[in-house]
């Protein structure tokens, strides 16, 4: 690498059909694909959890109106903030997303850091059942404790390596043992390991950087959100239905920013603490992308520009 810019591609990745370009959150890679569309003709398919909620701009980095105005963008704002969206839902719009712009001569370019997406994009979903909104409403109202140790009974392999601070994958765990009678583990069999090599005519790539370089760029990143007014628009949402949404209230910074407004922590103490949930989150999406994703990691420079990066990614 020089100057920051990665080193050629092999031949291999020349006029890819399908690029995934992954990694945690503040890398960079959102800079990226927009200079990498507009370079190949391509357009971008969100692979975000929380972009696809209407209203939820400024905490989820959403790309401007002005730079969907310069490259098509895919999956944002498809799902009102009283709705539920969820992995099965993203696989069939992102699908048939692929399928238009393969169909109009273009670059389909899926970027996000939401790991499990990826995933059940490229592996499928096996048989797990739809969501069942009275079960799921029953499991939402009982105790985490509760559900975990049913958990840890029912199914011992999910509840070891399963995040047991994220309500929302432990409901949909018991929801689907509970609706299937078995294992949520056996029904994911077939994602134990990495996902299958990418097709020579496709190009998946994740992008890293240097932990301090993260970390810097995540502080920053932070920081601007709460500048461009952060705090105001959670306020917004939360009039408008975000606390009902168990789903859109696990965003990054919204439930800590919902505390704040409740009187629990100060604004300092706020941004703080969002700043260390992000790094922590980054570093659970570096673990994901590295164990369940083959990607030809890209490892970019503190001084390395979105342009030159893009630029070198076009010309091989």
């Not at 507009?38 to 790309?63: A, H």
């Not at 370019?109 to 096996?126: M, P, R, S, V, W």
């Not at 043992?177 to 056996?186: D, E, M, N, Q, V």
Request: contains cysteine.
């Amino acid at each position: 690498m020089a100057d920051g810019v990665p080193a050629p591609l092999p031949s291999a990745s020349l006029s890819p059909s399908l690029i995934l370009l992954a990694g945690p959150t503040a890398v960079g890679k959102s800079e990226i694909a927009l200079r990498l569309a507009e370079k190949l003709g391509g357009e971008i398919v969100s692979v975000d959890s929380m972009q696809v909620y209407r209203g939820m701009d400024i905490g989820t980095g959403k790309p401007p109106p002005e730079e969907r105005a310069r490259v098509p963008h895919h999956l944002v704002d498809v799902a009102e903030l009283t709705e539920s969206f969820d992995a099965a839902q993203f696989v069939d719009l992102a699908r048939k997303a692929v399928a238009d712009i393969q169909g109009r001569g273009r670059v389909p370019i899926l970027c996000g850091g939401t790991g499990l997406y990826f995933k059940a994009f490229l592996d499928g979903l096996g048989e797990a059942p739809p969501a069942d909104p009275v079960l799921r409403a029953k499991l939402e109202a009982t105790p985490l404790p509760e559900l975990l140790l049913e958990l840890a009974q029912r199914d011992p392999a999910t509840y070891e390596r399963i995040d047991r601070q994220n309500p929302r994958r432990v409901i949909r765990a018991l929801e689907v043992i509970r609706l299937t009678g078995k294992p949520f583990s056996a029904q994911r069999a077939q994602w134990q390991g990495p996902s299958p090599a990418p097709a020579p005519s496709h190009l998946h790539l994740g992008f890293r950087r240097s932990p301090a370089d993260l970390h810097r760029r995540i502080e920053a990143r932070v920081e601007n959100m709460f500048q461009q007014g952060w705090v105001a628009e959670t306020q917004r949402l939360l009039e408008h239905g975000l606390a009902g949404n168990r789903t859109a209230m696990q965003a990054l910074g919204y439930r800590q920013i919902a505390e704040h407004l409740q009187g629990v922590r100060s604004l300092a103490d706020t941004v703080e603490l969002v700043k260390i949930r992000t790094r922590q989150f980054a570093k659970r999406q570096m673990t994901w992308f590295t164990r369940q994703l083959r990607l030809k990691w890209v490892h970019l420079a503190p001084d390395a520009a979105a342009e030159a990066v893009a630029d070198a990614l076009a010309r091989q």
